[in-house]
């Protein structure tokens, strides 16, 4: 087996359901093999696993229920038969060469190599990559590969990031310093399916409080200049967070988020609200010293 593309999915039954789908469809592509990850749904998760299995590729079903992105994706590398392992989330569509891609720029145990991730509202939108679709991170779980072994030697996923964000960037800097290759692969892209409707204001700001709580976890664990850049917890950002981010300011953003503002004054108001809610919770974390 060349390739095992780990999955790891909570209650997304129709999603995966599409993402494997688009599995079955690719072409010209090396052996593979697809290890889902059930990461403690309570939906049709399993069923729609068992139904693919039987069909045109190798497709198997673990439970992990805990719920920890690294704890699943490490429970799915345990058991990979793949020389390499591919990563991507459970709500992509895939395009027909991107196995076929990824094993074309691999050039040994040593490679990280990421491609393009296009976020779509629907699975209809289907644009080509551009400019703006380009990542220096390391590592992107959402669309990355790399050699088993490389992954084992680094020692996998750190499972205390329980919460939203960071994990695969702590990984990455492990395997950095381990001295593995990093390469970009723009023919290895995907559409990352994100509709409007379910991307509510609330799942994002739960989303930006538990990034900021990992931000300081990664932080205690890499105290290094690149990392505090990376996370934001850099003086001036500190400073503009304990002094210029009052509740009146944010309350202010969160009102013009979901009113009846312009399109670009609702956009630019989320963004704030959600970058100034991050930075008050990385603050507040670093100074309780509250990052077990």
Not at 18 to 25: A, I, K
Not at 50 to 67: D, F, K, N
Not at 196 to 211: D, F, H, S
Request: proline share 5%; glycine share 6%; aromatic share 10%.
């Amino acid at each position: 087996m060349d390739f095992s593309v780990v999955i790891a999915t909570k209650d997304r039954q129709e999603y995966l359901r599409r993402t494997l789908e688009s599995l079955e469809g690719q072409a010209y592509a090396p052996s593979f093999e697809v290890i889902v990850v059930d990461n403690g749904s309570v939906d049709e998760t399993k069923s729609v696993v068992q139904r693919c299995a039987g069909r045109s590729i190798p497709v198997h079903y673990l439970a992990e229920p805990q719920p920890n992105r690294g704890k699943a994706r490490n429970r799915g590398v345990q058991v990979a038969a793949g020389r390499y392992v591919l990563f991507c989330d459970d709500d992509v569509w895939l395009p027909p060469a991107w196995v076929a891609a990824h094993a074309a720029a691999q050039k040994g145990d040593d490679e990280v190599v990421n491609g393009p991730i296009l976020n779509v509202p629907s699975y209809d939108a289907r644009p080509l990559p551009t400019l703006a679709n380009y990542s220096r991170a390391f590592l992107c779980t959402c669309n990355a590969s790399l050699s088993r072994e490389a992954f084992l030697r680094s020692g996998g996923f750190d499972e205390t990031f329980d919460l939203y964000g960071w994990e695969d960037t702590e990984l990455g800097v492990r395997l950095r310093q381990a001295k593995c290759r990093w390469r970009f692969a723009w023919d290895a892209f995907l559409w990352h399916v994100k509709p409007p409707a379910e991307n509510t204001l609330e799942i994002e700001i739960q989303k930006a409080i538990e990034k900021a709580r990992m931000g300081a976890r990664f932080l205690a664990k890499h105290p290094s200049r690149r990392a505090r850049l990376a996370t934001g917890a850099h003086a001036l950002n500190l400073l503009r967070a304990r002094y210029f981010l009052p509740d009146p300011l944010l309350a202010l953003y969160a009102g013009l988020s979901t009113g009846d503002a312009p399109g670009w004054l609702r956009r630019a108001s989320r963004g704030q609200l959600l970058d100034g809610l991050y930075t008050r919770e990385l603050v507040r974390t670093l100074d309780a010293g509250d990052v077990r």
